[in-house]
């Protein structure tokens, strides 16, 4: 377990991602999938209102309601940090205060949970106040509704500026950041995790998985059958294999999956304190599980960062 930023939360090193829920995977093999990560040890969920209004006929929050169900079937809500987001939703794309306070309600409606322990904003506003944006998040705070707040995909920059407001306010201030990082996306290394670092914050990076390439499955005339085959197969390249190679031999040395080398080498770099990542079905969680305890050495941290190095 490890402590998230400058909240009380504390996290299974592994958050499941539940974009797929109500997606490319159904409710009973969500339900499969959650229960697999519960009884593997994983304590932390990601989900968002938006998730999954990209699918035909889906208007946003199948995922959430999925995981409301599950939560009462498994009857173990306090066991679970449950994060979900606001401000991407057709029509509610914004983080003004009305929409901050309804989305909130609409969220802790399909989650049937009488709190958000993690209620981040789903990405950056800028054309309303961070004050007004804060200041709700705030009231979500002080009624109770939300645990704590935390940012997604801001830029080094507004992240700081919005940790300012909070300050001067005396407003809640956001423990996290929820940005794209992995193997083979290293962009968030820099200014941005300066940022979280000099903060106090913790990293929950998305695409832990590379939308899947970084389980190995993506390989030089392998034809995948995936939702996600057109993002995740454009990093099969030169580099891309050398990645897929470090990998490989890895997770030889410690008989485990490419998906939990991959996951763990997340887990330890600097500010980062549970990668998320999702699976369509209980045998693909079950190659992600192992990345819940699995401690890789030095020598192989460097030779997996020297590999993906651009
Ligand atoms: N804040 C944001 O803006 C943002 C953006 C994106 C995602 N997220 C969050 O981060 C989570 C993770 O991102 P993601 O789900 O898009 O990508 P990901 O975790 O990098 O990739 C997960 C996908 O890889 C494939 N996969 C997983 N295990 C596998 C296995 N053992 N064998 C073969 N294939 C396997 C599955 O897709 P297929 O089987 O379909 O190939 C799975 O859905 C999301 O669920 C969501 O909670 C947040």
Same mark, same amino acid.
């Given at each position: 377990?490890?402590?998230?930023?400058?909240?009380? &939360?504390?996290?299974?090193?592994?958050?499941?991602?539940?974009?797929?829920?109500?997606?490319?995977?159904?409710? $009973?093999?969500?339900?499969?999938?959650?229960?697999?990560?519960?009884?593997?040890?994983?304590?932390?969920?990601?989900?968002?209102?938006?998730?999954?209004?990209?699918?035909?006929?889906?208007?946003?929050?199948?995922?959430?309601?999925?995981?409301?169900?599950?939560?009462?079937?498994?009857?173990?809500?306090?066991?679970?940090? +449950?994060?979900?987001?606001?401000?991407? &939703?057709?029509?509610?794309?914004?983080?003004?205060?009305?929409?901050?306070? =309804?989305?909130?309600?609409?969220?802790?409606?399909?989650?049937? +949970?009488?709190?958000?322990?993690?209620?981040?904003?789903?990405?950056?506003? @800028?054309?309303?106040?961070?004050?007004?944006?804060?200041?709700?998040?705030?009231?979500?705070?002080?009624?109770?509704?939300?645990?704590?707040?935390?940012?997604?995909?801001?830029?080094?920059?507004?992240?700081?500026?919005?940790?300012?407001?909070?300050?001067?306010?005396?407003?809640?201030?956001?423990?996290?950041?929820?940005?794209?990082?992995?193997?083979?996306?290293?962009?968030?290394?820099?200014?941005?995790? =300066?940022?979280?670092?000099?903060?106090?914050?913790?990293?929950? @990076?998305?695409?832990?998985? *590379?939308?899947?390439?970084?389980?190995?499955?993506? =390989?030089?005339?392998? *034809?995948?059958?995936?939702?996600?085959?057109?993002?995740?197969?454009?990093?099969?390249? %030169?580099?891309?294999? =050398?990645?897929?190679? *470090?990998? !490989?031999?890895?997770?030889?040395?410690?008989?485990?999956?490419?998906?939990?080398?991959? &996951?763990?080498? &997340?887990? %330890?770099? @600097?500010?980062?304190?549970? @990668?998320?990542?999702?699976?369509?079905?209980?045998?693909?969680?079950?190659?992600?599980?192992?990345?819940? !305890?699995?401690?890789?050495?030095?020598? $192989?941290?460097?030779?997996?960062? *020297?590999?993906?190095?651009?």
């Amino acid at each position: 377990m490890t402590k998230l930023g400058t909240s009380d &939360l504390e996290v299974s090193r592994l958050c499941l991602g539940g974009n797929v829920f109500g997606w490319t995977a159904d409710e $009973e093999t969500s339900f499969a999938v959650l229960d697999g990560y519960a009884r593997a040890g994983g304590t932390f969920v990601d989900t968002a209102d938006s998730y999954s209004a990209w699918a035909e006929g889906h208007s946003g929050g199948e995922s959430e309601t999925i995981i409301g169900k599950w939560l009462r079937s498994c009857g173990n809500r306090d066991g679970m940090v +449950v994060a979900t987001k606001v401000g991407m &939703l057709t029509g509610m794309d914004d983080l003004k205060a009305a929409t901050i306070e =309804r989305a909130a309600e609409d969220s802790l409606r399909r989650l049937g +949970v009488d709190h958000i322990d993690l209620y981040y904003a789903h990405r950056d506003d @800028p054309d309303t106040p961070q004050e007004e944006t804060l200041a709700a998040f705030d009231r979500l705070v002080r009624a109770g509704k939300v645990r704590h707040v935390a940012a997604s995909n801001y830029t080094a920059e507004r992240l700081t500026s919005a940790l300012a407001v909070s300050e001067r306010e005396g407003f809640a201030k956001f423990v996290a950041l929820q940005q794209a990082y992995n193997l083979v996306d290293r962009s968030y290394e820099g200014e941005l995790s =300066r940022a979280v670092a000099d903060h106090g914050l913790s990293s929950a @990076p998305y695409w832990g998985l *590379a939308k899947g390439f970084l389980t190995g499955k993506y =390989r030089p005339g392998v *034809a995948v059958e995936s939702a996600r085959a057109v993002g995740a197969s454009k990093y099969l390249d %030169e580099r891309g294999l =050398r990645i897929l190679d *470090a990998v !490989d031999e890895v997770a030889g040395n410690h008989g485990t999956t490419q998906a939990a080398v991959a &996951l763990a080498w &997340l887990a %330890e770099q @600097p500010t980062v304190a549970a @990668p998320i990542a999702s699976a369509r079905t209980a045998e693909q969680l079950a190659d992600l599980v192992p990345a819940l !305890d699995l401690e890789l050495k030095a020598d $192989e941290i460097a030779a997996l960062s *020297a590999a993906s190095r651009v």
